[in-house]
Each structure stands twice: as C-alpha cells, then as structure tokens.
C-alpha cells in the first residue's frame, strides 16, 4: 500500500468523485483509476461501486479513508521536519516570465531557510521544459497549465494570472476593442504560450490588430507601451508594480482571460520533497503580493466590501449585507440642531482641538469609565484613525497585534513604517489575551520599547477582555516597555452582564484611550475622534508628533462638528437615554444573530459587546474543499456569488485563512437605507420586547438565516 494511493482515496472522497479529484491532484483519470484499482487489489475486497455513475465508495472506502488522513497528517508532519533541514541540490526550469517575478524572491527564501541547498536554474518555454522534466533533465519546472497533463507528470498550481490590455497613460479611448483596432499593436513573441492565448482570443472576439512590431519579453513590451510606440495584451503579473510609470491597465472583455501558472514534475520524483518546499514558498509569496496589492489598491477591506455591496445594489441585485459595521440609526435631533447652529464657524480652530470640547471629553471619560484626564491630555482627530497614525507615527518601535485585529492596525503600522508582531487571541477562553503568547511575542521584537493595540469590545470577535485580564496585561506592559494602544470605540456599546475596563485605569502612564462618537450615535460620516494621552513626558511626545502629522495633512477637525460634539459629551440625560437605546438595540440585533447561527451548529463565540460576531467553518472543512473553497477568502466569494451574503474573512483581520472564520456585522441589515434605520428607532421606542422587535421589524435578517441554512444543509 503507497501513500499516494491513500491520497488519492482521500481526494475522491473528499472532492465527491474521479473527475474532481485527478483536478485536484494534478493527474489525469486514468492515473487515478489505475492506483484506486491497484488499491482494491491488494486489500482484496472493492472501495467503489462501480454500476452507480459516478462510481460511489462503499462504507470501507469511507472507514478507510479516515483512517488515511491520519497517516497522512503524520507524513505531513515529518516532512515538514525533513524540509527544515534540505540539502542536496535541485536542476528545475522556468519560463522567461516568472524569472522576474516571483522566482528570485522564491530562492532568496529557499536559501535563507535551506542554505546548504543548490538550486540551477534553466530559463526556456513551457512545452520544452515540460519534455526535459520528462527525460529526467529537469526534477521540476514553473511552466504554464498544460493543455493535457503527460502521463506520470504531476501538476501544482500556485498562481492565477488574468490577462489585460496595457495603454500608454493618457491614451483616448475607453473600449478593449477600440483601443486594440485603432492603435499600434506590440505583440509578445507569437510562439510562446501567453502569445498562441492572446491569438486565441483574438480569433474568438474576431478583433484584428495591426501589428508594429514583435518584443520577446514582457518588460520589453511594457516599456514600449509606456513610451507611448503601442497598445499590448500581456499577463497582469502577481508582482508589486508589475507595469513601469505611464502604462493604463484597460479591462480585456466581459470574462477574463487567464493563465495558471504552477510547478511540474514527475509523480515519482526522489527530489519531491524539496519540490514540495518550493511549491509552499511560491504558494505564500502569492499570498503576500495579493495582501500588499490590496493594502496599495484600497487601505481599508471594510470600505471595500462596503462599496462592492453599494454596487450590487445600485444594479439592482439583493445582498444581505453583513460586511461592513457601519451604526445606521438615525442622527439624534439634538445633534443636528447642534450643527445647524455651528455651521457658520468657518475658522480655523486650535490643531488639538478647541479647549471647551477638551474639557468636556475629559469630564465624560473621569464620569463613565473612571479615568482621571485633564483637557491638556485630550487630542481631537478626524475620526480614531486618524489619531490611531498619529500615535504609531510619534512612538518608538514595533506594533504588537493580538489577531484577529482590526483591518486597518497592520496598513497603518506599514504607513507608519512599523515592524508588526502578531499572536494569537487565546480561542478557547473566549479571545483573551494569554500572557505567555504575549511574552513570546515581545520576545521577537526589536530592543527597546514597543507599543501594542488592544480593542476592547473587540472587532472582529465581538468579545470583551475582563477586567481581571486587562489588569495583567496592563501590568506586564507596563513591566516590559510597552506602550497599550486602548481602541475603546466600542466601549459604550458593552452589553447587560458585562462590563467594560480600560488598561488606563492600571497603567494611566503606558496607556493612549482611543474612542469617538462613530459607533454609539451612529455618527461614522461626521469624523470626530477622540485620544487621551498619559498626562507625562510620554503623552507631550505624541501630542507633539499630533500636530506634526495633523498640521501637516488635515490641520483640524471642522469647527462646525468640533462644537456640535459639544452636545454629545454633555451630561444630557436625553442624549444618554438615546445612546441607551441605541445600545440596546444593537445588542438585541447582535445576539438574534449569534443565536441563530449557533442554532445552525456553527461554533461561534457569545458576542458581549459592538455589533459583530466571528464564527468559524471549519468544522466542514472537507465538505468546503470539496466544493473547491480551500480558504476563508473562497467561503466569502461563495456566500456573496451563491446565497447573495456578504461577510469578510477573517484573514482581513490577520487570522488564519484556513481557520475559516468569516466577520459577520449586525448593524446594516434590515437598516439598509436612511428611512429603513428610522423605522427601526420608531418601532423599538414603541415597544422595547426583543422577541416582537426582532419578528415584527427584521425581514431581511430573518430571511439571510433562512439563506445561511441553506448553506450549511449543503455541506451536510
């Protein structure tokens, strides 16, 4: 019995049949057919029943195959073992594209990781490579997807590479076609396998080129483009910047067109183990591009499924919208009136703020969360962001993030130019945080002080930090020069039977409270950040870095909306009623959504706090692969394309992506519009009943969990 039998057992169980999984392991139906029936003979007794169509594996194939993941995951393990100590030396080959791209960042990795490792390298095109793979030349090569896998061969994909219309910057013209029929065309060289694609594509589009001139290599060709000499058709590579300055990216038809790109090599290859290193390096460099590309593209992924969903909508398309956490009840009377009388303030006002607001800020904070701050201590920011920059701008050293974290901790760490240190939230006592992994994270910080971000009720879980755990890890930091970043946006929001604590209230001098108006009074548009800074030396050097960046870029928050907030932070006992009722309602909102979920058999952790919940798939985690969704990103995708629900993954938030952990966010649903918000505050001031304001009032959230059902029977 080989282990490649048993991994072929597993994947046709596991992707539901033949056809599915010779797409999976990279071989053709018969290699799979052939090692199944070699299997059956030596165990002696038939694994399918082949008079059904599909064949469908009997209850010893099934038994079996559990008892393979097992013996699968060990070899898995020791692998992992052996590769940490490679040597030897690897003959592979590549194509002319990938030898500047993602293959020179791959062997810098494989020798830093494997420095007694040799690696040559042959530059060639994907069916000469292939062929010397076969003759036994090569142990391996990045080639394109082959037409047919060749008998013996073994295919792993890494990459997919759409394929686009390159422009010079400046260029008229709107459409692929005009574009493509009007201009000079530079061709990538016509023999190779991207050139023969593009030639496909224009015979099946019938569009007819005229054809300047032939360049043999893709920067070759981007250059010419960006030199304003043609238009060209090239792979959109998973570098950064893969196109120079002066190039126009130009969508190419209704469906994209696109190249896979993977290692090949022969089933029984004695250097498939380092093959294997190799494929994982290349699989996560990918990744890391993808993250990058998305953080240089568009900074927030919560404002990013915000608008796609915005999109959809305008198209007239239905999406349960639980991707963005966005407050939706109405602006309180007093507030509107409050900036209605403030709208001819058209000065500029003090960088930090005006003084009045600063001391009204400071006395709200003394009266609802026992701090002890002065008006000097208080900055004012266009929104928590922005004064979040501020501070990592103005302190020393490292970011520490518990994950998941908020979306946007790591871009702004990146923009600050911080090195950041991740540790796990502790899973099973409900996200706290675990000295021990903290301890081993300030371990692997540079010397000196750090800083770390805590958000407290947390985003994504919707979890709290007791107090009991507040206080010892506001204790160790302020033992282990490390400054706490308290994120307590949410902190007016904690639900009945749980109580919220600032590190602050332990370590005043280490500790920098975050907040603002944004989640409690559904004021996200108006942008008013609050920060309290340690009344010391400390808190007079980010006040200092404050107005270097605040004068810099935004100068102040609008003196119209500094002196509406006025009214918000005023002991008024009908703004603190309304902030209640909000309170309520979201916590209602957010916990029907708990309960339904884990009424599904979804594990989900109780939220306590905000408006979100946090729960993981991965109990179906092979009926999920089956389906080809190998990570949280896939499950997201799905959702959206196949049951109209929009969530993100929980790798957005820096957590695992085979976790399968997906943020779901209450506060939008059934509150779609302005109007759809007010009529939720009518009807919860008319009668407060949970059950009836849930019933009677909630439609669509009603409806999604009917949807969410329908996913979850589909994996059972």
């Given at each position: ?20 999984a010779?797409?999976s392991?990279?071989?053709t139906?018969?290699a799979?057919?052939l ?15 082949r ?6 594996p009997?209850q010893?194939a ?19 073992n052996?590769?940490?100590h ?11 594209t ?35 793979v076969?003759?036994?030349?090569l142990?391996a090569?990045?080639v ?18 759409h ?8 260029t008229?013209g ?5 574009l ?17 694609l ?19 290599s893709l ?14 058709v ?6 950064q910047n ?6 126009r990216i ?10 896979i ?11 498939s183990h380092?093959?294997?290193n ?11 591009h ?6 240089m ?5 919560t ?18 919208h639980?991707?963005f956490?966005e407050?939706?009840?109405?602006v309180?009377p007093?507030?509107i009136?409050?900036?209605?009388e ?32 002065n ?19 103005s ?8 994950t998941?974290?908020?979306v ?19 899973y099973?006592s ?6 021990d ?7 692997r ?15 994504p ?6 107090n ?12 282990n ?9 949410y ?19 280490g ?20 920060a ?5 030396q400390?808190g ?23 002196y ?5 932070y005023?002991e008024?006992e ?5 902030m ?12 029907y959504?708990?309960n339904q ?25 092979d ?5 080809g969704?190998n ?11 196949h ?17 399968f ?13 302005d109007?759809a ?12 009943d949970?059950?009836r ?24």
């Amino acid at each position: 019995m080989e282990i490649r039998q048993l991994e072929t057992l597993v994947a046709i169980i596991n992707h539901g049949g033949f056809t599915a999984a010779s797409e999976s392991l990279g071989l053709t139906q018969s290699a799979v057919s052939l090692q199944i029936k070699a299997l059956e003979e030596e165990l002696g007794l038939p694994l399918f029943d082949r008079f059904t169509r599909p064949p469908t594996p009997t209850q010893r194939a099934r038994e079996l195959a559990n008892q393979a993941r097992e013996i699968l995951r060990m070899c898995s393990d020791l692998n992992q073992n052996v590769a940490s100590h490679i040597t030897g030396g690897l003959d592979m080959g590549a194509i002319p594209t990938i030898l500047t791209g993602l293959l020179p960042e791959a062997l810098v990795v494989m020798k830093e990781t494997q420095p007694k490792l040799r690696i040559n390298v042959t530059s060639g095109f994907s069916e000469e490579l292939i062929m010397q793979v076969d003759h036994g030349i090569l142990s391996a090569a990045i080639v394109n997807e082959p037409t047919q896998l060749p008998p013996g061969m073994s295919w792993h994909p890494f990459v997919h590479e759409h394929l686009v219309l390159i422009v010079p910057e400046g260029t008229k013209g709107n459409t692929d076609r005009e574009l493509l029929e009007t201009m000079p065309y530079i061709r990538f060289q016509r023999t190779s396998w991207e050139g023969r694609l593009i030639d496909e594509l224009f015979k099946n589009r019938n569009i007819t080129v005229n054809t300047t001139m032939v360049v043999d290599s893709l920067e070759g060709v981007s250059q010419m483009v960006a030199h304003g000499l043609g238009v060209s058709v090239v792979p959109h590579r998973d570098i950064q910047n893969p196109f120079p300055t002066g190039v126009r990216i130009v969508p190419l038809g209704k469906k994209p067109v696109k190249r896979i790109i993977g290692l090949i090599e022969k089933i029984e290859n004695p250097k498939s183990h380092i093959v294997k290193n190799m494929h994982q390096v290349l699989v996560d460099l990918v990744k890391k591009h993808s993250k990058e590309k998305n953080f240089m593209q568009y900074g927030s992924a919560t404002l990013v499924i915000n608008e796609k969903v915005q999109s959809l909508w305008e198209s007239g398309k239905n999406v349960f919208h639980l991707g963005f956490g966005e407050s939706r009840f109405p602006v309180h009377p007093n507030m509107i009136n409050a900036l209605a009388e403030n709208g001819h303030r058209h000065s500029y006002v003090s960088l930090q703020g005006i003084p009045e607001l600063r001391n009204r800020v400071a006395n709200f904070y003394n009266t609802h969360f026992d701090l002890d701050a002065n008006a000097d201590q208080i900055i004012l920011g266009v929104g928590s962001k922005s004064l979040l920059y501020a501070v990592m701008h103005s302190l020393p050293g490292d970011v520490i993030l518990p994950t998941p974290a908020w979306v946007s901790y790591n871009d702004q760490a990146q923009l600050a130019g911080r090195r950041v240190v991740t540790f796990p939230l502790d899973y099973d006592s409900g996200y706290q945080v675990s000295l021990d992994a903290l301890d081993q994270a300030r371990k692997r910080t540079s010397p000196g002080p750090c800083m770390i971000v805590l958000t407290n009720p947390n985003n994504p879980t919707g979890t709290i930090l007791s107090n009991e755990n507040i206080e010892e890890v506001a204790t160790y930091c302020q033992k282990n020069e490390i400054y706490i970043l308290s994120d307590e946006i949410y902190s007016l929001l904690t639900y009945d039977n749980f109580s919220h604590a600032s590190p602050a209230t332990y370590n005043p001098n280490g500790t920098v409270v975050l907040g603002g108006l944004s989640k409690i009074l559904s004021l996200g548009g108006w942008r008013i950040g609050v920060a309290i800074v340690p009344n010391n030396q400390l808190g007079g050097k980010i006040i200092d870095g404050f107005r270097h960046v605040a004068g810099s870029i935004w100068s102040c928050v609008p003196a119209p909306m500094q002196y509406a907030a006025l009214t918000a932070y005023e002991e008024n006992e009908e703004i603190a009623g309304f902030m209640g009722m909000c309170r309520q309602m979201h916590q209602i909102r957010t916990q029907y959504l708990h309960n339904q979920i884990t009424s599904l058999g979804i594990p989900c952790h109780n939220p306590q706090g905000g408006f979100y919940v946090y729960p993981n798939f991965k109990p179906w985690e092979d009926a999920l692969r089956s389906k080809g969704i190998n990570n949280d990103q896939d499950l997201c995708v799905h959702l959206l394309d196949h049951y109209e629900i929009a969530t993100l993954s929980g790798s957005e938030f820096l957590d695992e992506s085979t976790h399968f952990s997906l943020r779901l966010a209450s506060s939008y649903i059934d509150a779609e519009d302005d109007a759809a918000g007010k009529r939720l505050l009518s009807a919860f001031s008319e009668d407060d009943d949970p059950e009836r304001f849930i019933q009677n009032h909630h439609p669509r959230m009603q409806a999604m969990i009917e949807r969410m059902g329908e996913f979850i029977a589909s994996l059972n």
